[in-house]
């Protein structure tokens, strides 16, 4: 490796890695064995303001940045509920999760050119939801000036609706319903893209431990570098595969949803029965 190599590689310039490392000079070939320290905050600092950039690019396409209401739970080493807090999004998940979104998006893009990419689609609410919300809205007296085509409705036009209720008191109760007012994410071989983000096109591919549709599109990538791409017969019946396998993973999504949800109701009620009365 040479110096130029290492300081791409962990997005710094030479300058910085001389910074830290006294015992080299300016030139650009480094001996073997030698041991390099990489300044590990500039690289934070860094990836900081890159998410920050990816980010405010994500608000001008059009993301939807509903309040999330997740709570977590805090065990003793007994199992026992010992407390329930709104869980906080921290910089760093920030961070992760804005770079997570452009490997998603690329993995996709990179996937489309062989026809085998399986997407993560999120469909434009129903006219009729969009409706249900705004008649909601002007019982409660609040009304959006704002216009928008109810019947092919943009992620624009929802992030607008969003902004303006944000100086409502009750805009908590009125972002959750929005929200439900959304259809389901699922998972396709057919894109259509991802309204709640904005997304042309998006997929899973960061959690192959966790999802299977990264596991799916890893294998996939795994079958172009083998150069599976040559037998054209193979790569027909693994789409064909892909095809059917989203429909029974989306199912298995929703059920685990529900699972999910029924744990923390039970979670919440163990620790509710201490504050009876």
Request: with cysteine; proline share 3%; net charge negative.
């Amino acid at each position: 490796e040479t110096l130029n190599d290492i300081a791409f590689s962990n997005n710094l310039t030479i300058d910085d890695l001389l910074e830290v490392n006294p015992q080299l000079n300016s030139e650009n070939s480094i001996k073997q064995g030698i041991i390099i320290n990489v300044p590990c905050r500039q690289i934070l600092k860094n990836m900081h303001a890159l998410s920050k950039s990816l980010s405010a690019f994500k608000q001008r396409r059009g993301e939807l940045k509903f309040v999330g209401d997740e709570d977590k739970v805090y065990q003793d080493e007994n199992d026992e509920v010992i407390d329930i807090k709104a869980r906080d999004q921290r910089p760093a998940e920030r961070i992760i999760e804005d770079f997570m979104v452009v490997a998603n998006e690329q993995v996709a893009t990179f996937l489309e050119e062989y026809n085998i990419a399986t997407y993560r689609i999120h469909d434009r609410p129903l006219e009729m939801k969009i409706n249900e919300f705004m008649k909601f809205l002007e019982l409660l007296g609040i009304h959006y000036p704002g216009k928008m085509d109810r019947e092919n409705i943009s992620s624009k036009d929802c992030q607008k609706l969003l902004e303006y209720l944000q100086d409502e008191k009750m805009f908590k109760m009125l972002n959750r319903k929005l929200l439900r007012s959304m259809q389901k994410a699922r998972y396709s071989t057919e894109n259509i893209g991802h309204f709640g983000i904005a997304s042309p096109r998006y997929t899973h591919f960061t959690s192959p431990i966790r999802r299977f549709d990264d596991t799916l599109n890893h294998t996939s990538i795994s079958y172009i570098l083998e150069d599976y791409t040559l037998q054209e017969d193979f790569m027909k019946s693994w789409k064909a595969y892909l095809t059917t396998i989203c429909d029974y993973i989306s199912e298995q999504e929703r059920n685990s949803e529900k699972c999910e949800y029924a744990v923390d109701d039970m979670l919440k009620s163990y620790y509710m029965e201490k504050h009876i009365g």
